[in-house]
């Protein structure tokens, strides 16, 4: 057993300390963004160590090589400021890996030691480091507050801050701004986007970034992501849409007081509900109508959960990830009558518990920030076992030890592919999901079955 | 295809074959705004400690050092698997404002009874050298409490590259070398130590079965399948073997001037120098009658199974070119 040490008891009061995240740190969920925006190179200010890492936990994730620059700084910075290794970072992103646009985040290092980004940027443009038409943007992302959640908010918020403009002309266009979700589900809202007619801006978009096809050539900036001018019109748009309240709030709210563009969180379109609710938010903001093809997705996703309801009934499931994933996850599991058994999000998120808590009912156990970990989860699912998990690829530790089926959701995923490719939002993403959930509990059905009770049909 | 040309201050470390003599520099820092794929002083020390598995190895920071570090090497482990997990003090602002030696002394006051390691190393990332954490007396007042080892190690991410980690990682385990009595030496079975061999696909398991078909005793492996026993007891070894020297010649030095045992650095990359290895640890110990001989045996045994299996890559791999 590899968790051997892990028991049931003795309760383990951690407000000090974490075993086994169910997060991470701001700065890669402000690189992933980034990585959303077209011909952008992320650049991380702090010592050379976070780049590496955050780009090689994404280059594991989507199996994708993942571009981004540091400022390497060395104990000479990190006492005398940052400010020397990032002009230097700027004219050599731009000279030599011609990119559009640079977006800095920062590190515990530089925020910390107390770099002023802005001070920096704004001396960089004075001394002439930045080409005409290129764009410097950044986001504060420290460590040590937060979580990989927040990095990923401040970064969408600072693309509106940096580029979303209000001219006299309205235009007949939504903006979506999508949570931390794959690039096959940003793909999947467009798509949904487009069969309701509805013209849309999104941003950030790492589709066509992070699930780019092999064409035998190495593209430094694939096709995707959004471009500046799509970011800038984005202010004279007729609504945002941002789903994921923790995530893509932030970026509507601003883009909101900034350029008057009203603003309506939702939840990420994850299940039949949640997934209504962007339908129809979109189809009243662009006034279109939902199409025959959208309307036969969801009798499909409809008659998937009547045909084969007597096989979710009652199963429960135990949680882990981020929260605007979980949150509307939690809703579709209860909705087909799994019951959500354990949450855990390391995210600090204090609404979502109580929100999960009115979905999942008094008896689920719900935690979140500090101390909401994996090992947190497994003490739960050793006191009283569940029938799946739903996690990240460090889920498969517990799956194991307690052999229960892991169907793999969130991030990170280092031991899959797939969730680059096939959407979880959507009603596309809901049957696929429904599909999954049923071939596991079918599969673990069929392999613990005695011989006379193995069936043929099901 | 986009192409990125050469940085000016990076000219001097990229060479092509045939293009004159590969001077490469190296051994510069990385020059700022470089996409670059090195790393930082804790990473260095995590990779060299972090097979040791019957350790906790607890860092002291931000949630995201433990997290990108949480077993992504797979060092392999014959017996126990703590090292495969996560801890992480998990330092918030309020801390980086106030310190983080509380939450520490906390974090190990629940680690250790929980898990009843043989020791723990505590890591220093960026933001503890930044607070001024000071990791030593926490340590010291931890090991006292527990009866373990608690050794810190001073991997504060920005001072330097991953190769100034990996000096840290071994002036860690110096802190434990010769903290434990040896078992007896058998006259007949020279004993040695290797270093720099981190067990990632079970390296160490065949390295030790060479030398212990030889008749050479495997007394520590730094750090691979390693356990924190035989490090303490790593002194009384008569031979260090070196394989990685970036990592472990630090170490490998530091117990030559302690404990007075010689080191050699080999390298286990190939039939060649795999068997050259073997035979230079057999020629240490010119005394051990049959020693050469028995090398030999090992060798003439593992080339006559790999010479065969290498044909059909060499007619595949002849005349290719490789960028390193």
Same mark, same amino acid.
């Given at each position: 057993?590899?968790?051997?040490?892990?028991?049931?008891?003795?309760?383990?009061?951690?407000?000090?300390?974490?075993?086994?995240?169910?997060?991470?740190?701001?700065?890669?969920?402000?690189?992933?963004?980034?990585?959303?925006?077209?011909?952008?190179?992320?650049?991380?200010?702090?010592?050379?160590?976070?780049?590496?890492?955050?780009?090689?936990?994404?280059?594991?994730?989507?199996?994708?090589?993942?571009?981004?620059?540091?400022?390497?700084?060395?104990?000479?910075?990190?006492?005398?400021?940052?400010?020397?290794?990032?002009?230097?970072?700027?004219?050599?992103?731009?000279?030599?890996?011609?990119?559009?646009?640079?977006?800095?985040?920062?590190?515990?290092?530089?925020?910390?030691?107390?770099?002023?980004?802005?001070?920096?940027?704004?001396?960089?443009?004075?001394?002439?480091?930045?080409?005409?038409?290129?764009?410097?943007?950044?986001?504060?992302?420290?460590?040590?507050?937060?979580?990989?959640?927040?990095?990923?908010?401040?970064?969408?918020?600072?693309?509106?801050?940096?580029?979303?403009?209000?001219?006299?002309?309205?235009?007949?266009?939504?903006?979506?701004?999508?949570?931390?979700?794959?690039?096959?589900?940003?793909?999947?809202?467009?798509?949904?986007?487009?069969?309701?007619?509805?013209?849309?801006?999104?941003?950030?978009?790492?589709?066509?970034?992070?699930?780019?096809?092999?064409?035998?050539?190495?593209?430094?900036?694939?096709?995707?992501?959004?471009?500046?001018?799509?970011?800038?019109?984005?202010?004279?748009?007729?609504?945002?849409?941002?789903?994921?309240?923790?995530?893509?709030?932030?970026?509507?709210?601003?883009?909101?007081?900034?350029?008057?563009?009203?603003?309506?969180?939702?939840?990420?379109?994850?299940?039949?509900?949640?997934?209504?609710?962007?339908?129809?938010?979109?189809?009243?903001?662009?006034?279109?109508?939902?199409?025959?093809?959208?309307?036969?997705?969801?009798?499909?996703?409809?008659?998937?959960?009547?045909?084969?309801?007597?096989?979710?009934?009652?199963?429960?499931?135990?949680?882990?990830?981020?929260?605007?994933?979980?949150?509307?996850?939690?809703?579709?599991?209860?909705?087909?009558?799994?019951?959500?058994?354990?949450?855990?999000?390391?995210?600090?998120?204090?609404?979502?518990?109580?929100?999960?808590?009115?979905?999942?009912?008094?008896?689920?156990?719900?935690?979140?920030?500090?101390?909401?970990?994996?090992?947190?989860?497994?003490?739960?699912?050793?006191?009283?076992?569940?029938?799946?998990?739903?996690?990240?690829?460090?889920?498969?530790?517990?799956?194991?030890?307690?052999?229960?089926?892991?169907?793999?959701?969130?991030?990170?995923?280092?031991?899959?592919?797939?969730?680059?490719?096939?959407?979880?939002?959507?009603?596309?993403?809901?049957?696929?999901?429904?599909?999954?959930?049923?071939?596991?509990?079918?599969?673990?059905?069929?392999?613990?079955?005695?011989?006379?009770?193995?069936?043929?049909?099901? | 295809?986009?192409?990125?040309?050469?940085? *000016?201050? +990076?000219?001097?470390? !990229?060479?092509?074959? &045939?293009?004159?003599? #590969? $001077?490469?520099?190296?051994? =510069?820092?990385?020059?700022?705004?470089?996409?670059?794929?090195?790393?930082?002083?804790?990473?260095?020390?995590?990779?060299?400690?972090?097979?040791?598995?019957?350790?906790?190895?607890?860092?002291?920071?931000?949630?995201?050092?433990?997290?990108?570090?949480?077993?992504?090497?797979?060092?392999?482990?014959?017996?126990?698997?703590?090292?495969?997990?996560?801890?992480?003090? *998990?330092? +918030?602002?309020?801390? !980086?404002?106030?310190? &983080?030696?509380?939450? #520490? $002394?906390?974090?190990?006051? =629940?680690?250790?009874?929980?898990?009843?390691?043989?020791?723990?190393?505590?890591?220093?990332?960026?933001?503890?050298?930044?607070?001024?954490?000071?990791?030593?007396?926490?340590?010291?007042?931890?090991?006292?409490?527990?009866?373990?080892?608690?050794?810190?190690?001073?991997?504060?991410?920005?001072?330097?590259?991953?190769?100034?980690?990996?000096?840290?990682?071994?002036?860690?385990?110096?802190?434990?070398?010769?903290?434990?009595?040896?078992?007896?030496?058998?006259?007949?079975?020279?004993?040695?130590?290797?270093?720099?061999?981190?067990?990632?696909?079970?390296?160490?398991?065949?390295?030790?079965?060479?030398?212990?078909?030889?008749?050479?005793?495997?007394?520590?492996?730094?750090?691979?399948?390693?356990?924190?026993?035989?490090?303490?007891?790593?002194?009384?070894?008569?031979?260090?073997?070196?394989?990685?020297?970036?990592?472990?010649?630090?170490?490998?030095?530091?117990?030559?001037?302690?404990?007075?045992?010689?080191?050699?650095?080999?390298?286990?990359?190939?039939?060649?120098?795999?068997?050259?290895?073997?035979?230079?640890?057999?020629?240490?110990?010119?005394?051990?009658?049959?020693?050469?001989?028995?090398?030999?045996?090992?060798?003439?045994?593992?080339?006559?199974?790999?010479?065969?299996?290498?044909?059909?890559?060499?007619?595949?791999?002849?005349?290719?070119?490789?960028?390193?």
């Amino acid at each position: 057993m590899l968790l051997r040490h892990t028991t049931a008891e003795p309760k383990v009061e951690r407000e000090a300390l974490t075993i086994n995240p169910s997060k991470t740190c701001q700065p890669i969920g402000a690189m992933y963004a980034a990585l959303g925006v077209h011909r952008c190179m992320p650049h991380s200010h702090g010592s050379q160590g976070c780049c590496s890492y955050h780009r090689s936990a994404l280059t594991r994730h989507y199996k994708e090589p993942v571009v981004a620059g540091s400022s390497s700084f060395t104990e000479g910075s990190s006492v005398f400021g940052g400010q020397a290794n990032l002009l230097e970072a700027i004219t050599n992103l731009f000279s030599i890996y011609h990119a559009d646009v640079v977006a800095v985040h920062t590190t515990c290092l530089s925020e910390t030691i107390g770099d002023d980004v802005p001070q920096i940027v704004a001396k960089a443009i004075a001394e002439g480091r930045i080409p005409a038409g290129k764009h410097v943007i950044h986001a504060s992302t420290p460590s040590y507050a937060g979580s990989h959640i927040t990095g990923y908010a401040s970064m969408v918020k600072s693309m509106v801050t940096s580029f979303a403009k209000r001219t006299d002309k309205r235009l007949n266009q939504v903006n979506l701004i999508p949570g931390f979700v794959e690039p096959s589900d940003m793909a999947e809202l467009r798509r949904i986007a487009n069969a309701l007619g509805a013209k849309t801006v999104m941003f950030p978009d790492t589709s066509g970034v992070l699930n780019a096809p092999q064409t035998g050539k190495y593209e430094m900036y694939p096709k995707g992501g959004a471009t500046v001018a799509e970011m800038v019109s984005a202010g004279d748009s007729l609504g945002s849409l941002a789903l994921g309240p923790l995530a893509a709030g932030s970026a509507a709210r601003h883009l909101e007081v900034q350029c008057k563009v009203p603003a309506q969180v939702l939840e990420l379109p994850i299940g039949l509900r949640a997934t209504d609710a962007f339908v129809d938010a979109l189809r009243n903001l662009s006034g279109t109508v939902v199409p025959e093809g959208l309307m036969e997705e969801r009798g499909q996703v409809m008659d998937f959960i009547t045909d084969m309801h007597q096989y979710f009934h009652g199963k429960t499931a135990a949680l882990a990830g981020d929260p605007d994933q979980l949150l509307p996850l939690a809703q579709f599991l209860r909705d087909i009558d799994i019951e959500v058994k354990y949450a855990v999000t390391g995210t600090p998120a204090p609404k979502w518990a109580k929100q999960m808590a009115a979905i999942c009912g008094p008896k689920a156990k719900i935690k979140e920030g500090g101390g909401a970990d994996l090992f947190q989860l497994h003490q739960w699912i050793k006191q009283e076992k569940v029938d799946l998990i739903f996690g990240g690829t460090y889920c498969k530790y517990i799956a194991r030890d307690e052999d229960i089926p892991l169907l793999r959701y969130g991030f990170p995923i280092y031991d899959r592919v797939g969730h680059q490719y096939f959407p979880n939002v959507g009603y596309r993403g809901a049957l696929r999901t429904l599909e999954r959930i049923l071939n596991a509990l079918l599969d673990r059905q069929d392999r613990d079955a005695a011989e006379e009770g193995f069936e043929l049909v099901m | 295809m986009d192409t990125a040309g050469i940085l *000016d201050a +990076r000219q001097a470390s !990229v060479g092509v074959a &045939g293009d004159g003599p #590969l $001077a490469l520099a190296c051994e =510069k820092p990385s020059v700022a705004g470089s996409v670059s794929q090195r790393a930082c002083v804790f990473c260095g020390s995590r990779v060299v400690l972090y097979p040791v598995a019957d350790a906790l190895h607890l860092v002291h920071g931000p949630v995201g050092c433990a997290a990108y570090t949480w077993d992504i090497r797979g060092s392999l482990s014959s017996g126990p698997q703590l090292h495969r997990e996560s801890f992480s003090t *998990d330092l +918030r602002e309020m801390d !980086v404002v106030f310190g &983080g030696e509380k939450r #520490l $002394a906390a974090s190990l006051d =629940k680690l250790i009874p929980l898990h009843k390691p043989k020791a723990a190393f505590v890591y220093a990332t960026c933001l503890v050298g930044l607070i001024g954490d000071d990791l030593g007396a926490v340590c010291r007042k931890a090991s006292a409490k527990w009866g373990i080892p608690v050794v810190p190690v001073a991997s504060e991410g920005f001072k330097g590259s991953k190769k100034d980690g990996y000096k840290a990682a071994c002036d860690s385990l110096m802190q434990l070398v010769g903290t434990r009595a040896p078992a007896p030496l058998d006259p007949a079975r020279p004993r040695i130590n290797i270093l720099g061999e981190f067990n990632i696909a079970g390296e160490a398991w065949t390295l030790r079965s060479y030398y212990e078909r030889m008749g050479v005793e495997v007394g520590a492996i730094f750090t691979g399948d390693g356990r924190i026993d035989d490090i303490c007891g790593a002194h009384g070894a008569q031979l260090n073997v070196v394989q990685c020297s970036g990592s472990m010649t630090h170490l490998a030095k530091a117990m030559e001037a302690k404990y007075g045992i010689p080191y050699i650095r080999v390298s286990y990359f190939g039939l060649e120098d795999t068997a050259e290895a073997l035979y230079e640890v057999a020629r240490k110990f010119e005394a051990v009658p049959g020693l050469l001989k028995r090398a030999q045996a090992v060798v003439l045994d593992e080339v006559s199974r790999v010479l065969p299996a290498l044909e059909g890559y060499r007619a595949e791999l002849k005349g290719r070119k490789a960028a390193l």
